[in-house]
């Protein structure tokens, strides 16, 4: 008994130490809708940012950023990072 109640606790923590969301805030100033292709923990996820919108996006990783792998909009980095915030105005984005 005393072995099973041992594993299930260290299975419940190393499943709640693996499960991570990030989010960004994005405010795109286009009018039109852009695409942001990612690749989270090897998984692919696209996010559609539509025109003339503020909102936030949610990622799930194993850890709390996302490999930016393609998309309408051009990046001054390479990794999406939880909690960034960021600005896209003529096809780039802006750190805010």
Do not use: E
């Not at 990622?59 to 909009?73: A, L, M, Q, W």
Request: with cysteine.
């Amino acid at each position: 008994m005393k072995k099973l109640t041992l594993l299930t606790a260290l299975v419940l923590i190393f499943a709640s130490a693996t499960a991570y969301a990030g989010t960004i805030r994005v405010y795109n100033n286009d009018s039109k809708t852009h695409t942001i292709k990612l690749k989270c923990s090897g998984s692919s996820k696209s996010i559609d940012v539509r025109g003339s919108t503020t909102a936030s996006y949610t990622f799930h990783s194993s850890n709390k950023s996302c490999d930016i792998v393609g998309g309408s909009v051009t990046f001054p980095v390479k990794k999406l990072v939880d909690g960034q915030k960021w600005k896209f105005k003529n096809g780039k984005a802006i750190k805010n």
